[in-house]
């Protein structure tokens, strides 16, 4: 069985790998893309992912391109974002949970938009 695997897209190197850190030790594969680019070439690369996990670091001109192009080319991938504040965006995300939860909170979300909820 491959592992439930997820495009996380920040320009906070630190977060970043936090947030990776925290995923691949809850079973995710986790694919990491810190520019624009990095993120086209995974979402047009043979991938299997589940999830998107949007940070508030992207700007948003960018949310906004690859959020509308991960719908054009997956259009049921969930793209879950994590934000700071009152924060608005024009992307079409399917969830946005504040940035500053809890590593539980963000973990239980994304298991819940992946269809994992309650899986270890």
């Given at each position: 069985m491959?592992?439930?695997?997820i495009?996380?897209i920040?320009?906070?190197?630190?977060?970043?790998?936090?947030?990776?850190?925290m995923?691949?030790?809850?079973g995710?594969?986790?694919s990491?893309?810190r520019?624009?680019?990095?993120?086209?070439?995974?979402?047009?690369?043979?991938?299997?992912?589940?999830?998107?996990?949007?940070?508030h670091?992207?700007?948003?001109?960018s949310r906004?391109?690859?959020?509308?192009?991960?719908?054009k080319?997956?259009?049921a991938?969930?793209?879950?974002m994590?934000?700071n504040?009152?924060?608005?965006?024009?992307?079409?995300?399917?969830?946005?949970?504040?940035?500053?939860?809890?590593?539980?909170?963000?973990?239980?979300?994304?298991?819940?938009?992946?269809?994992?909820?309650?899986?270890?």
């Amino acid at each position: 069985m491959l592992p439930k695997s997820i495009l996380t897209i920040s320009r906070d190197e630190l977060l970043q790998h936090t947030r990776t850190l925290m995923l691949e030790k809850s079973g995710f594969h986790v694919s990491p893309a810190r520019t624009d680019q990095e993120a086209v070439a995974f979402l047009t690369a043979p991938n299997t992912f589940e999830l998107i996990l949007l940070c508030h670091s992207v700007p948003e001109p960018s949310r906004v391109l690859l959020v509308t192009l991960a719908k054009k080319l997956f259009p049921a991938l969930p793209i879950l974002m994590l934000y700071n504040g009152y924060e608005h965006t024009a992307a079409s995300v399917d969830g946005a949970i504040p940035n500053l939860d809890s590593p539980a909170s963000v973990i239980s979300m994304v298991k819940f938009l992946t269809g994992h909820a309650g899986q270890h």
